[in-house]
């Protein structure tokens, strides 16, 4: 599939999984062609690559390619999620988008130079109950222009690989490297 977030027609979410049960979704290619540089926010397209958004006991994911997209993957609520065996790169906001801090297990994945790796930042909700586990993960956060909320100025940046507040969920993390190049 390919992800393809300017111009018309616009498919700004090729995979797209609703309901049922339990749901695997296993093995397939996304490419992205959300531009690489420009400012973030003239960027700005509200689309992810796999977009999972079900209320199911149990999500895996498994054996993904995902590249260039503005989210790689994004998670509405469900629970026990796993995401596994599974190569995200170069994505102008997160890799993985779990803003509604869904319990996930993150295993053997590489996320190589995303703006941010993993987002759990969802304003005005208190997830310090919930746990994220992160197994054999390496991330590197990718360097991109961004315009700083508190000014106009743009800078050359790059985020931490995860981006979570003081409500976030906690984090369980078994041989996981992060990574940062200096700008």
Same mark, same amino acid.
């Given at each position: &599939?390919?992800?393809?977030? @300017?111009? $018309?027609?616009?498919?700004?979410?090729?995979?797209?999984?609703?309901?049922?049960?339990?749901? /695997?979704?296993?093995?397939?290619?996304? *490419?992205? !062609?959300?531009? @690489?540089?420009?400012?973030?926010?003239?960027?700005?397209?509200? $689309?992810?690559? *796999?977009?999972?958004?079900?209320? /199911? !006991?149990?999500?895996?994911?498994?054996?993904?390619?995902?590249?260039?997209? &503005? +989210? %790689?993957?994004? *998670?509405?609520? %469900?629970?026990? =999620?796993?995401?596994?065996?599974?190569?995200?790169?170069?994505?102008? !906001?997160?890799?993985?988008?779990?803003?509604?801090?869904?319990?996930?297990?993150?295993?053997?994945?590489?996320?190589? +130079?995303?703006?941010?790796?993993? #987002?759990?930042?969802?304003?005005?909700?208190?997830? /310090? +109950?919930?746990?994220?586990?992160?197994? @054999?993960? *390496?991330?590197?956060?990718?360097?991109? #222009?961004?315009?700083?909320?508190?000014? #106009? @100025?743009?800078?050359?940046?790059?985020?931490?690989?995860?981006? /979570? !507040?003081?409500?976030?969920?906690?984090?369980?993390?078994?041989? =996981?490297?992060?990574?940062?190049?200096?700008?």
């Amino acid at each position: &599939w390919i992800v393809e977030n @300017q111009g $018309s027609p616009q498919n700004t979410y090729p995979v797209f999984m609703t309901g049922g049960a339990r749901i /695997t979704i296993y093995g397939g290619t996304l *490419l992205g !062609d959300v531009p @690489q540089t420009g400012e973030w926010g003239g960027l700005y397209n509200n $689309s992810a690559g *796999l977009f999972v958004r079900t209320q /199911t !006991d149990e999500v895996e994911i498994a054996g993904w390619d995902i590249t260039e997209c &503005w +989210d %790689g993957i994004r *998670l509405r609520p %469900g629970t026990n =999620v796993v995401i596994k065996d599974t190569y995200i790169a170069r994505c102008r !906001d997160e890799a993985v988008e779990n803003d509604s801090a869904v319990p996930l297990l993150i295993k053997n994945c590489l996320f190589e +130079d995303n703006f941010v790796s993993i #987002s759990t930042a969802e304003a005005n909700s208190n997830n /310090t +109950d919930k746990t994220m586990v992160l197994e @054999q993960v *390496l991330m590197s956060s990718g360097i991109y #222009s961004y315009r700083r909320p508190s000014n #106009s @100025q743009v800078d050359i940046t790059h985020q931490t690989p995860l981006k /979570t !507040d003081v409500n976030g969920p906690q984090f369980n993390m078994t041989d =996981v490297v992060m990574a940062s190049r200096d700008v």
